[in-house]
């Protein structure tokens, strides 16, 4: 029998020992989703924190519950630990690391590098090495294999490697890692065969691709899709708000064409790890071909721009009202990257509370979801305030950055000077309350 046979034998008994390395927003439902169809799981992480909680049966991730995770602890199937030196007993390194942007906009590949060298560390017989980090093509043929082949061992034989990238909608309940279909790109057909036979117990549809480069790609056109049309709907925004017409209600009735449109929303600009980021990975990889990715940048100018823009029309909508921002109390509401999550990685509201900080605003904030903020974007730590109405009432203006479904938008509306909605929350009450403007 074939090391490849063997391998693929064990993934379909789940009887093969699966290695998570990086258990944040992205590995960490992926251990749990291998865990739970009945393979051993082990979960690294360099982060001491994460891994003496989740020990603990505690979780950081609010939209993964305990729920799922403290069977998996009892009954074994889970753990987590920071001695990578276990990877020598797994028989896949499915590697969920984080890739963001260094200086000027390149890529910081330095996780998955430490990641890999590791990795060679303990590369053994039969193993499975999968990417899954979102990078730019050619990190795994080329970065990856160069430093696992250090071990002397040969892909496609001894051990074997592909890139499956990672999607998730986090907290919409509509898709688990279980149902969204999963594109895989094997550097041979066998690392192909073998990651395909791992996936397909845990995942209801695998979609094979030729290559690790169209599995990047994949990946990658997926983000700037997103980050090109959310670019596309902000600048018209921008126009139909000079215009006196109200983009939403453009969408709205665009979005009933029952062919060919697909309906994208303007905000106060991008967030998240994802699509901030991704997009210039490959811009960055295309200058390697000369090649200007002109949508790439051209969307990055736009959307980078959006919180100026809600700072700019917050200081309009005071100005109506002859107060200066100087010294004005802002209320930020939301400060989360999105509705209903906790994560505020690359969020516009940091950059909207700094630049109204810069101006000399006072600048509260309140978010279900995130008491505590912290970031390297903002000079102090801050605290999410109670939203009472005494809160909203003393505040010059109440921004909306974020819609969580909580939020009470007509307490909002009925007490607060001037609401500026970069969101569409107080879509139902406009009619009714003057005080609120778009932004
Ligand atoms: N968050 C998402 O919804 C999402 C979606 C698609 C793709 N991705 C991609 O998945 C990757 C991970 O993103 P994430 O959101 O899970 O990031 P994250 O920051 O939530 O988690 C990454 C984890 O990796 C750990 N880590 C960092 N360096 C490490 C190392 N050398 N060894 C072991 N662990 C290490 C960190 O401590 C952290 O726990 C990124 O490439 C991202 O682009 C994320």
């Not at 305990?66 to 889970?78: A, I, K, Q, S, Y």
């Not at 200086?103 to 590369?123: F, K, M, Q």
């Amino acid at each position: 029998m074939k090391i490849s046979e063997i391998q693929i034998e064990k993934f379909r008994s789940r009887t093969a020992k699966i290695g998570l390395i990086g258990l944040g927003y992205a590995g960490l439902p992926l251990g749990f989703t291998f865990a739970e169809a009945g393979f051993e799981t082990i979960g690294f992480d360099i982060d001491t924190a994460k891994v003496e909680k989740l020990a603990r049966g505690e979780n950081y991730i609010t939209h993964l519950s305990v729920e799922r995770l403290r069977p998996l602890l009892d009954n074994g199937r889970f753990r987590a630990t920071t001695d990578f030196s276990e990877l020598a007993r797994c028989d896949a390194a499915i590697i969920c690391v984080p890739t963001p942007l260094g200086e000027g906009r390149t890529p910081d590949l330095s996780a998955v590098i430490n990641t890999a060298r590791t990795v060679a560390e303990y590369l053994h017989h039969g193993e499975l090495v999968v990417l899954e980090s979102t990078t730019y093509p050619g990190t795994t043929d080329e970065l990856v294999l160069s430093i696992l082949v250090e071990s002397g061992l040969k892909v496609g034989e001894d051990f074997f490697l592909a890139f499956s990238p990672e999607r998730e909608d986090p907290a919409n309940p509509g898709f688990t890692t279980r149902t969204i279909p999963k594109v895989v790109g094997g550097l041979t057909p066998a690392c192909l065969e073998v990651a395909l036979a791992a996936y397909g117990q845990v995942i209801e549809k695998t979609v094979p691709v030729s290559s690790a480069r169209v599995a990047e790609s994949t990946k990658l056109l997926e983000n700037i899709y997103r980050c090109v049309n959310v670019a596309m709907i902000n600048e018209l925004k921008l126009l139909f708000e000079r215009m006196g017409i109200d983009v939403w209600e453009v969408i709205r009735a665009a979005s009933t064409k029952p062919f060919g449109f697909t309906p994208f929303y303007p905000g106060p600009g991008l967030g998240g790890h994802c699509i901030p980021v991704d997009p210039f990975y490959l811009s960055w990889k295309a200058r390697e071909y000369d090649f200007p990715a002109r949508f790439i940048e051209l969307a990055g100018e736009i959307n980078s721009t959006m919180p100026n823009h809600v700072v700019q029309r917050v200081s309009e909508g005071l100005n109506l009202q002859g107060k200066p921002l100087r010294d004005s109390r802002i209320l930020v509401v939301g400060v989360a990257y999105k509705r209903d999550v906790e994560d505020v990685r690359e969020s516009p509201a940091l950059t909207i509370i700094r630049l109204l900080e810069q101006r000399l605003a006072w600048v509260t904030y309140h978010d279900p979801f995130v008491p505590l903020l912290k970031s390297r974007h903002l000079a102090r730590t801050m605290e999410s305030v109670v939203l009472t109405f005494e809160q909203v009432r003393d505040c010059d203006a109440a921004v909306i950055v974020t819609d969580h479904s909580s939020l009470d938008y007509r307490m909002l509306l009925d007490n607060a000077p001037l609401v500026v909605d970069t969101r569409n929350a107080t879509a139902q009450y406009r009619r009714s309350h003057h005080n609120v403007i778009l932004a």
